[in-house]
Structures are given as C-alpha cells and as structure tokens.
C-alpha cells in the first residue's frame, strides 16, 4: 500500500460524482480514491497489454500515468490495442493514447516519455514512479526493467503472451522475487512476439486488465497479491483451470543452467529423431510436453504426448520413474511450459533433459 498524506489530497465535486461507485465501496471510498488520485504509474509499452491497462487506471482515477513508446500505430495494431482507431493510423502512440485517456478522464494527468526505455535513461524516468507496469514485448527490455526496478526498490507488474497463453506476476513486492530470478540472462530467452507467433487480441485485453487491477489493489492495500506466484493462463481452456506457480526466493523453479540438474539443454532447429538418438544413446524416451492439438499438428517420431496438465498426475509420475533408467527428453517450444516440469522432475528425483524447438 501506497501511504501518502490523503489531508492535503482533494476531490472535486465531478470526480466525487465520477467515482460515486468507487466511493460505496468498503475496500476504496474516499481516502481509497484519494490514494489512487495521488499514485503515479509508469506504463512501459503502449500497445497491446499497455492499452488495457492504461485505460483502466484512468477510469479507476490513477492520478498520474507515464508512458514510454516511440512506435507509430500500424493497421496490424488496431486488433489489440484498443486505445485506437482507424483515424489514429501512421499516429504517433503516445500522442493518440493521451488524447483518448484525457477524453475519458481529464483529471488524470498524462506523462509521455517519447523514447525506447534504456540503461542511459531507466535509472531517471523509473525512480519518478511508485508502480512500474512492463507491458513490452521483448526480453532486453524486461530485463532493463528489471534491473532498475530492483535497483530502486519499484513493484515491477509483469505481463506477457504469446498466441492464447498468458502469464502475469508482481515482483519486488514485499522484498520478493525478481523477474530475472525465474527467468536469469543467461538463459538467452528468444522473443516470442506477436509479429513472429501471432496472439489474440482478447489475451492481451485480459493480461492488462490483470496488471490495472493488480496496480490498483497495490495502490489501495488491499486483496491478495500475485507476488512469489506465477499465474499463466491458457484462455482456450480457461474454464478447466488455470496455473498458479509458487516461486521461492530460496527453490527458486529450475531454469537448466544448474548443471546439477540438467544433463544437458539443447537450442536445435527442426530435431529429428535419428538425431537425438545419436546424441545420446537408443534407449530414450521423448516426450511432448505441449497440448493435444500441437502435438497432433506437428511432433517428432516415436514421441509421447503428454500434455502440462497430465504432468502431475500419479499415472504420469509412475511412469517416470518406472523408466528412468531409459534416457528421457522434454520437448517443448516454450519456457514456462520447461519450468513448470523441471520443478516436477526435480522434486520427484527424475533425470532428464529439455530439449527445445527454435
């Protein structure tokens, strides 16, 4: 929770009439909206998570929302970025999204930071902020974020998505974990953008509604926190279940850089399975971490499916184990995915190898 001096903070009589709905509520009322009134935001990234996110703080009543871009509005954004319309093409970002908030709510103050976020200029912008919300779409960028929100003691929103998958957690709340923790430089992440995977718009509308609220709970000390959790969704299967990942400054989930643990993690283009064979040794057993409808589209010869969901399963675990003498490779296109079963492996003493597709 924020803790500024809610006496010297005022509302006017149309922002009192703006947030009737907020100033019924137990959890906001008026030195509720008067906290938000006085929170400043920093928005890294305005499109597709960025976008949702804003407009959401700006109707909550968030007193002061910055913005970092430098991208003019492409037809190929208008699926997603919904601060934005036809008559915005060939605009500049920052310019369009300042005119459309401040036509929504005037008393909220808009900050635009008309560059690329980088060490030359992280450290100045950053330390202006209470709340830093990363809605970028690439790991150099996160990982700048990271290190000055670490480096400044700044909650860090993070969210991403890629396709129907999404993911979200906050970090350096309460002294917690870091987004490099779970996911460390050296692991050499490749971008997994929208432009190269594709996405759908909807996903990105959730992710950034998450981190507003998120924002907003933090702003009021309120609710539950998603700090030392990973929540990551899947919305074509939303309304089975979604993950929730607890992550531990001291285990933290294994990212196959401890040597340890990994016998060996490959980056291999187009695998084939005469190819691991002769890397390792015939005895081996490859299994498809991914869902059924991936798997069924394309998979490696001979491979097993079983797909994240059945991983924790008895049947699945026994399975394991009863083969564990046979070399056994995780396949998987996506980090997370390698994550959430390394930890499994890990736990159930299970030797292995991630083997991932670029």
């Keep these: 929770m924020l803790n ?15 947030y009737a709905k907020h100033l019924t509520l ?3 009322g008026l030195n509720g909206q008067k906290r938000l009134k006085k929170a400043k935001i920093l928005v890294i990234g305005a499109g597709g998570l960025g976008c949702p996110a804003m407009l959401y703080l700006a109707t909550s009543g968030i007193g002061y929302i910055g913005i970092i871009d430098n991208d003019n509005i492409d037809l190929s954004n208008l699926n997603r970025q919904i601060l934005y319309s036809f008559k915005n093409l060939n605009q500049n970002k920052l310019i369009s999204a300042k005119q459309k908030l401040n036509s ?18 992280a450290l100045e912008v950053i330390q202006y902020y209470d709340i830093i919300i990363d809605a970028c779409d690439n790991f150099s960028t996160r990982y700048i974020i990271d290190k000055y929100c670490y480096n400044l003691h700044k909650i860090h929103i993070y969210g991403a998505i890629q396709q129907f998958e999404s993911q979200i957690s906050v970090f350096n709340y309460k002294n917690s974990i870091s987004y490099s923790d779970i996911y460390p430089f050296n692991i050499n992440l490749i971008n997994n953008n929208c432009n190269n995977y594709g996405v759908m718009g909807s996903i990105t509308g959730h992710i950034g509604i998450l981190q507003a609220t998120e924002t907003i709970k933090i702003v009021l000390g309120i609710g539950n926190i998603i700090y030392n959790n990973l929540l990551v969704f899947n919305l074509l299967y939303i309304y089975t279940k979604y993950k929730q990942i607890y992550l531990s400054k001291i285990q933290k989930i294994n990212t196959g850089i401890n040597k340890k643990s990994y016998k060996s993690q490959l980056l291999i283009p187009k695998l084939k399975y005469a190819y691991l064979k002769k890397i390792f040794y015939p005895n081996i057993i490859i299994i498809d971490i991914r869902q ?34 046979k070399k056994i490779i995780i396949y998987c296109h996506t980090t997370y995915r390698s994550l959430i079963v390394s930890n499994i492996l890990n736990k159930y003493k299970i030797e292995y190898s991630i083997v991932k597709y670029k």
């Design 4 to 18: 500024p001096n809610t006496k010297k903070i005022n509302l006017l009589k149309e922002e009192c009439t703006l």
């Design 26 to 28: 137990d959890h906001i």
């Design 292 to 325: 059924e409808y991936e798997f069924k589209k394309n998979h490696l010869p001979y491979s097993i499916n079983i797909p994240l969901k059945r991983f924790k399963a008895k049947k699945t675990i026994f399975f394991l184990q009863y083969n564990n003498k």
């Design 104 to 121: 929504i709510n005037p008393y909220c103050k808009i900050i635009l930071h008309s560059y690329k976020i980088n060490n030359d200029n």
